[in-house]
């Protein structure tokens, strides 16, 4: 299962070749990295062989998108008329049409495509339920991406096996479906119970398949239904705590008797928060389980930081004094973070805990969740869009620390990073970088005016865009099914 942290690149690496970087992309994906074939990834299939899948094929590359997708419905009649109307090769040309859009920059267009790829699923692999999931998969996927009320309703049909047989899926599929729907709830902002429930049920599969298999993967899957479920349950938390501020209620001691009620849940999701990097980083298997005596002073010190920074028993981000992380040497910290930490996914709980802490005005404390995150990602993945993000909140630290000379360079650096880029990171900047300067009467109509970019920017995104953004989001990959012949 590929995902989005919404750390996205800032520039994907390009692929090797002498053709543009575009040409190169293109040639990839509908020729190159994997030929589609039942018996060996080195023969071409029959449609591969056929002359009106050349010719689109040709017009793709030669960035005549348009007239490649005229050849490709044609290629579907043509294979009609060879074979029967819902065969796997109907399923294969589809997905090359789904290809030519990803790289023509109109993936919005692919709902239609990965629509058709369903209703052929079921008759194109009778007797392969797990082909038929990755079909109906695919197109769970866009929902989540550009619809999630059509993903509540999908996920849930497909849960209840009314496409396919749910009791059936193997470990990892069961997950991938409870944790997109998860997410999909969680991303339409009201439906709490619901994203819980889909959550905790996406652990409990990856934590008994780990258990039995002792599968790499499993434990970072957990890692990401953790991380997602403790966020679900701090917006659920925030929106209570809201509308409890807005009832009108004088009365302090029934106001505090309100809040109480979800702190439980709060408390609970930054335990999720501290779980998911234990399990991305294994640390128990690593040291924790292990007697002092057993280790080297370089893991002793990683043990004593781990039992500090993510016990799970504290009901705070991090105690106050804590001994274990010196924000005062940026050398040794550098280094510390590079011995301790080996998933560049746990970049994103360590944001999120950081984020909570500096919103309960715990400066401290965020400063070294915002730390450990900024050094992980730039020693796991420096193009991660994210670190822009991380810099931003650093940057209302430095501000309330009166360097705002500061604050102003740190963000005019960060929107020179994200003049190109459309994601929705630049909005969160924006916008960040707006109240920050609203803060200072001389600097109050400069931060207006990067408010309103940000608003204005805002409208071409989803209504669940900003909540993404602390998610570790399923994507639609550009090749879903690896041999769908």
């Not at 209570?240 to 302090?252: A, C, P």
Request: with cysteine; charged share 30%.
């Amino acid at each position: 299962m590929l995902f989005s942290m919404n750390m996205k690149r800032a520039s994907a690496r390009a692929l090797k070749g002498t053709f543009p970087a575009k040409t190169r992309a293109v040639t990839r994906l509908l020729l190159g990295a994997r030929n589609f074939s039942s018996d060996s990834k080195d023969i071409p299939n029959l449609v591969q062989l056929m002359p009106t899948y050349q010719v689109g094929l040709k017009l793709a590359i030669e960035k005549k998108y348009s007239l490649a997708m005229q050849k490709f419905e044609l290629l579907l009649d043509e294979i009609t008329d060879h074979h029967s109307p819902n065969t796997p090769y109907h399923v294969f040309a589809l997905y090359k049409m789904a290809s030519i859009n990803n790289i023509a920059g109109d993936s919005e267009k692919n709902e239609e495509i990965f629509e058709r790829i369903t209703e052929i699923a079921p008759m194109a692999y009778p007797d392969n339920n797990s082909m038929v999931f990755r079909c109906y998969n695919t197109l769970l996927k866009y929902y989540l991406n550009y619809d999630v009320d059509k993903c509540h309703v999908l996920g849930k049909d497909m849960i209840d096996s009314k496409y396919l047989d749910y009791s059936k899926l193997i470990p990892h599929e069961k997950f991938d479906l409870q944790h997109t729907l998860g997410t999909a709830y969680g991303l339409e902002g009201t439906l709490h119970k619901e994203s819980f429930d889909c959550y905790n049920e996406s652990i409990e599969i990856a934590d008994e398949y780990n258990a039995s298999n002792k599968v790499p993967e499993a434990h970072i899957q957990t890692g990401f239904s953790l991380n997602n479920l403790g966020m679900s349950r701090f917006w659920y938390f925030m929106e209570k705590t809201k509308e409890i501020s807005q009832s009108g209620e004088e009365d302090k001691s029934k106001i505090e008797a309100e809040v109480k009620k979800y702190v439980d849940t709060f408390e609970q999701g930054i335990k999720d928060l501290k779980k998911a990097v234990l399990a991305f980083e294994n640390f128990d298997e690593r040291f924790m389980n292990k007697e002092d005596g057993d280790l080297s002073q370089v893991d002793l010190k990683m043990k004593l930081f781990v039992q500090e920074f993510f016990d799970t028993e504290i009901k705070e981000t991090l105690s106050k004094d804590f001994q274990h992380y010196d924000l005062r040497d940026n050398q040794m910290n550098t280094k510390f973070v590079s011995e301790a930490f080996e998933q560049g996914e746990s970049t994103l709980p360590l944001a999120n805990l950081g984020e909570i802490s500096l919103i309960f005005n715990k400066i401290k404390e965020a400063m070294a969740f915002f730390d450990i995150s900024l050094k992980l990602v730039g020693e796991k993945d420096p193009q991660n869009l994210i670190s822009n993000k991380i810099v931003s909140d650093l940057s209302g630290i430095v501000d309330l620390m009166g360097q705002t000379d500061m604050t102003i360079k740190m963000n005019q650096n960060i929107l020179r990073g994200l003049e190109k880029t459309d994601d929705y990171i630049k909005v969160f900047v924006l916008r960040n970088y707006g109240h920050i300067l609203a803060r200072h009467k001389e600097h109050k109509e400069e931060g207006d005016r990067y408010i309103k970019k940000a608003d204005d920017l805002d409208r071409k995104f989803p209504y669940w865009a900003e909540r993404k953004l602390g998610l570790f989001t399923p994507i639609v990959p550009h090749e879903p099914l690896e041999n769908p012949l």
